[in-house]
């Protein structure tokens, strides 16, 4: 997956995994890692978090803090990307957000955009929800395979690397307008 910049990308925590010490790189298992201690900083109860991470493939954390989400259904994401295809539709989400996390709910056909737990109070898009500080969300343990029925459609990039609201806003309306347009 291609490495995004501080620049391209909302983040609420410093951009600290470019290299490690003596220009060592960071790997992927690190960077899944560090997301993982951070995402884990959103639950109640980081131990048993890290349990339901192992026994099960989500761990409930709670939006408000770090990061909120934005629920879309997963139709709105197939419609804008244009193939219903999951590595594709990865590809495609990955490189029009400039990075930032997004994971599929398979059961309930939602896509969930991390984002800045300050698009809460400003978001307006029809036919989807940004969840309200408090709310406790399943969020997927970092390297969850495909297979689950909760996993990463893009991977957190590291700590705090959440998805800009603009582009989202931006991905959705298309979505949107494609259904529109294919219902006429």
């Given amino acids: 997956m291609p490495k995004t910049t501080q620049t391209n990308r909302a983040s609420t925590a410093p951009d600290q995994l470019g290299t490690g010490p003596a220009g060592h790189d ?57 193939t219903d295809d999951l590595r594709k539709l990865g590809a495609y989400l990955n490189e029009v957000l400039l990075g930032g996390a997004v994971f599929l709910n398979r059961p309930f056909e939602d896509v969930y955009f991390l984002v800045p737990p300050s698009t809460w109070g400003g978001w307006s898009v029809p036919d989807t929800d940004c969840l309200c500080p408090g709310v406790l969300l399943g969020v997927p343990r970092p390297g969850a395979e495909p297979t689950e029925r909760s996993h990463w459609l893009v991977e957190m990039d590291g700590p705090g690397v959440l998805c800009m609201t603009e582009p989202v806003m931006r991905v959705v309306t298309s979505g949107r307008l494609r259904i529109a347009q294919n219902d006429d």
């Avoid at 959103?42 to 989400?69: H, M, P, Y």
């Fill in 26 to 82: 960071v790997t992927s298992e690190e960077r899944q890692a560090a997301a993982a201690t951070w995402l884990l900083s959103a639950a109640d109860n980081r131990e048993i978090a890290k349990q339901e991470w192992s026994f099960n493939d989500v761990a409930l954390l709670r939006c408000g803090t770090l990061f909120t989400a934005v629920r879309v259904p997963l139709a709105t994401i197939v419609a804008a990307a244009g």
